[in-house]
């Protein structure tokens, strides 16, 4: 069959599916640029300096957008805890990641981000009073043994950046739990602002705490505006993407990231991954996709009994 006799519904959809795809593309590639930049930054600021510029460059794009479109009455102090304890999370995680990329290949960072999912379902039943389902358990021990053949805790010394990339995934795993909570009574504008206004004061406040602040130089200001522009881009990608095509659809096509940042390693910085990496991946990997598909059978099931 081809498009032209396809029904209108379905070429709708295939549409959509079409534009997430795209989305995503941009997605992968922001997430990616961030982490080449976040590597050449690590040799001359600290990863609280770079978390300070990125904030800084998305306090003014955040700023600008909320006063264009004239959403400035959305922004209130009514959450401004659960936003506290959100951007803690946030801000731990990223510091965390932009360390691990500074010191070990990428690929291994990528790899134990993408736990972070699965992380979250282990924190939604504490924080979001939401069940863990026998599927999702089983996902959730999958990603588990990938996080052991990544890491390789009984064999040989694990090295800081690996606990550094560990760590940060329950960093992001608890920000996109505090989001989803924010997301009941918050509109995506005060999400933003205070992700940016809070992070880039913590990010102050922690860069100085020796006394010492690097300032931007000629060769690394363009990195750190590259950084604050891709991080709000990747995100804005990923939203507009889920917005199109379900989580079924859009998530396999951010898993391409890992092997795409295990091709730009050994391109550009001579970075072999080791076999457990590429086993851990594998079983990380699957372990999202048995979540993706159980959660995409629930949801089904609601609409079905009109829940």
Known sequence: MTQASLPRSEKREASAIARAALWMV???????????AGRA??????????????SCVGVIVVT????????WGEIGSRKLGLHFVRNVSHFTGQNLWFYAVGVIPLAQVFALEFTAPLWVLLLSPIFLSERITRPR?????IGFLGILAVTQPFSTEIAPGTIAAAVAAIGFAGSAVFTRKLTRTESMAAIL????????????????LDGEMALPSISTAPLLVLVGLAGLAAHFCLTSALKLAPATVVMP????????????GWYFYQETPALGVFVGAVLILAGNWINIRASAREMRGARATGA
């Open 253 to 264: 096509i951010d898993f391409a990231r890992l092997p795409l940042i295990a091709l730009i």
């Open 137 to 141: 358990a089983f996902a959730a021990g």
């Open 41 to 54: 930054l690590s040799l001359d600021h600290d990863t609280f300096e770079i978390m300070f510029y990125r």
């Open 193 to 208: 602002f205070f992700l940016t206004t809070m992070q880039a004061a913590m990010g102050l406040a922690l860069a100085m």
């Open 64 to 71: 600008l957008v909320i006063t264009a479109t004239a959403r």
């Open 26 to 36: 941009g997605a992968v590639s922001c997430f990616s640029a961030m982490a080449i």
